[in-house]
């Protein structure tokens, strides 16, 4: 198990991330045949505040191509992107963009509270991250994954755990060998061992999926990061203890069903 210490680490750089799986895979071994399947996971990092947190809701519950779909018509309706304008924006205006009611009512919520200057939303990554997610989480419409994802994604928190991500789940399913994705309370103490780089962890479990799956598990970059790398012939994971899994072992993996967003 790593080392637990005080400090917020971040996932700022590319050379970040790969440090950070390096140190993963030095003190968990059981993640070195993770990673050879992997290849090297690229950084995924988003724009912070609104422009960031609102792609994210408009990613909830749906498939990353429904949901950069339908940011890219939201971003394009509101350019320069700004919370006073998705604020004075109509309702019905919104919903034409591919918006549901609950999404509309998330984003004008979070409009509100930025504009009455209540709610500081980069000042969260300087935040133990059990503290900032509970502070995300207590915005309306602001689900844990939804709160997991803006601080890994936005703020680069090297300690972001998204444990409700169903690609996460199934990726920790193979590669671990259990009988059925984990629950996300189960991800979460799966996920103890890897403080304080649990969001590195995060990013190795998405390359993951994208080998195994061969389709993207996470929301698409505005940025060009270079693909993971995979070996030709990947060596298949090697299953974890019992103890260390709260889930029983597999016999055979089972195939999932597609992947959507949750919040």
């Avoid at 030095?26 to 609102?54: C, H, K, M, N, W």
């Avoid at 990353?64 to 924006?89: G, Q, Y």
């Avoid at 690609?167 to 984990?182: D, T």
């Amino acid at each position: 198990m790593l080392i637990l210490n005080d400090m917020t680490l971040y996932l700022n750089t590319q050379a970040d991330l790969d440090r950070a799986i390096s140190t993963l895979i030095a003190a968990d071994p059981s993640l070195a045949d993770i990673a050879q399947v992997a290849g090297t996971p690229a950084l995924r990092r988003r724009e912070p505040g609104f422009t960031g947190l609102a792609a994210i809701v408009c990613g909830q519950q749906l498939s990353t191509h429904a949901a950069a779909a339908i940011w890219k018509r939201v971003s394009d309706a509101f350019d320069p992107f700004h919370h006073d304008l998705i604020r004075n924006a109509r309702a019905a205006r919104l919903a034409r963009l591919g918006l549901s009611a609950a999404k509309i009512k998330t984003l004008k919520a979070l409009a509100r509270e930025l504009a009455a200057n209540r709610l500081d939303l980069d000042t969260l990554g300087r935040q133990e991250a059990d503290l900032a997610h509970a502070a995300l989480t207590a915005l309306h419409g602001i689900g844990p994954w939804t709160a997991d994802i803006y601080l890994l994604f936005c703020l680069g928190h090297g300690d972001a755990w998204p444990g409700g991500d169903l690609a996460v789940q199934e990726a920790m399913r193979i590669g671990l060998n259990l009988e059925s994705r984990p629950t996300p309370k189960q991800a979460t103490v799966l996920a103890e061992r890897w403080r304080p780089w649990r969001g590195a962890a995060a990013h190795l479990w998405w390359a993951y999926y994208h080998a195994v799956k061969r389709r993207e598990g996470i929301l698409p970059d505005d940025r060009t990061h270079p693909k993971p790398r995979a070996p030709a012939r990947p060596r298949p994971p090697a299953a974890i203890a019992p103890a260390q899994a709260p889930v029983k072992a597999a016999k055979k993996p089972r195939t999932a069903k597609p992947v959507h967003r949750k919040k």
